[in-house]
DNA sequence: AAGGATATCAACCGCATGGTC
DNA sequence: GGACCATGCGGTTGATATCCT
């Protein structure tokens, strides 16, 4: 604030502070911005404002800007490469959401830090355990992860062309290659982050996913008549999941009688899934979960957000029975 | 169809940090 | 060195949409 601005008097300020809008962006004041923006660059944002005759604080206008106006900003759903990256960034610098955000081009820390509280705290607070606890930990990271990564190797191999998987270019068919997050990448960031004696998440060096690079193309996942109609509403991202789906999407893959059979993905090895001493123990409260099957499983294949399913409670119980807790 | 419950997300708030004068 | 300011970050709120009964 300049000179003259601070020795206004109080009874100004107070004036211009009632003057200030709030609330909802109009159109108008998001084509003002961005105009301005386009012939004078960002930054110095509360003399933006100002100059650009815009009745909002600076805080105001860079949020806007760069949630919702900046041009690389990636709006639509959340693809299951980025969950998977989310899971595990949180799970690795926990609600460092703008550091989160630098990993998932396109996306706000905003966006992320949303759908963390909407798609992820949501399930803890249902399990009746605490987002940050051990607990919920391990079953994302020795349920939901793994389950995430078979997806989108699923949703790769019957997708990704060979050209892009062999040449592992990191070129986006959406045209954007700064904008795919590549499970090869995911891949690089994870591989040494498992405990490797248990086996769990430590995937193989190569091939591990079907392809070196598949991620260089969109990954798209293989929609299923209950979330079809939803992804063909979608915008243009290929590679999205319904608004509805999330991290249990997949469950809509074909079961057989057995659900343990169909889930382990690939480095996976089913022995392998006996869970560390103590890891699925007491803390999750299955009756209640029970109580709440109906809501779990009801949604049948739109399984929206839900991170478990029957079978997931079969999984989880089998393993209580396995470890005798 | 209506009303309540729940989910989603844009926007705001307060605080911390770093730069400039 | 301290005051002031801009910016960035994480937490929270509130409006709206959607779902459920």
């Known amino acids: 604030m300049d000179v003259k601005g601070r020795n206004r008097s109080s009874a100004i300020q107070s004036e211009d502070e009632m003057d200030l809008r709030r609330g909802p962006w109009t159109d108008d004041e998001d084509f003002t911005l961005i105009n301005y923006i386009a012939n004078h660059g960002e930054g110095r944002w509360n003399s933006l404002a100002r100059c650009a005759g815009l009745k909002r604080t600076g805080k105001s206008c860079r949020l806007r800007w760069l949630n919702y106006l900046r041009p690389d900003v990636r709006r639509g759903n ?11 960034l949180h799970s690795r610098w926990g609600n460092r959401w703008s550091k989160i955000a630098q990993n998932l081009p396109g996306r706000t820390d905003n966006e992320i830090k949303n759908y963390w509280r909407t798609r992820v705290q949501k399930h803890a607070k249902q399990l009746k355990c605490d987002v940050n606890s051990k607990q919920f930990k391990d079953t994302m990271r020795y349920l939901w992860m793994p389950r995430l990564v078979e997806r989108i190797q699923a949703a790769a191999g019957s997708t990704a062309t060979p050209t ?9 068919s959406a045209g954007s290659s700064n904008s795919t997050i590549t499970t090869n990448n995911y891949y690089h960031l994870n591989n040494n982050n498992l405990d490797a004696h248990t086996g769990q998440m430590v995937l193989p060096p190569s091939g591990v996913l079907g392809h070196r ?8 996942p293989s929609y299923t008549p209950e979330n079809s109609s939803t992804a063909a509403s979608s915008d243009s991202y290929g590679a999205q999941i319904s608004p509805l789906s999330d991290l249990t ?14 889930y382990y993905p690939v480095g996976y090895p089913e022995q392998s899934l006996t869970s560390p001493p103590g890891y699925f123990n007491n803390g999750l409260d299955f009756q209640a979960m029970e109580q709440n099957n109906n809501q779990w499983t009801l949604d049948g294949g739109d399984t929206s957000d839900n991170l478990l399913n029957v079978e997931d ?9 396995n470890n005798n807790i």
């Not at 892009?164 to 986006?172: C, D, I, L, M, Y």
């Not at 409670?313 to 029975?321: D, E, G, I």
């Open 164 to 172: 892009a998987a062999a040449t592992g270019n990191g070129t986006s």
């Open 78 to 88: 959340i693809t299951l490469e980025e969950q998977l990256m989310i899971l595990e």
């Open 313 to 321: 409670m079969w999984f989880l119980q089998q393993q209580l029975h």
């Open 213 to 220: 690079d598949f991620g260089g193309a969109q990954v798209t």
């Open 249 to 262: 999407d997949y469950y809509n893959i074909p079961v057989n009688n057995n659900p343990s059979q169909d």
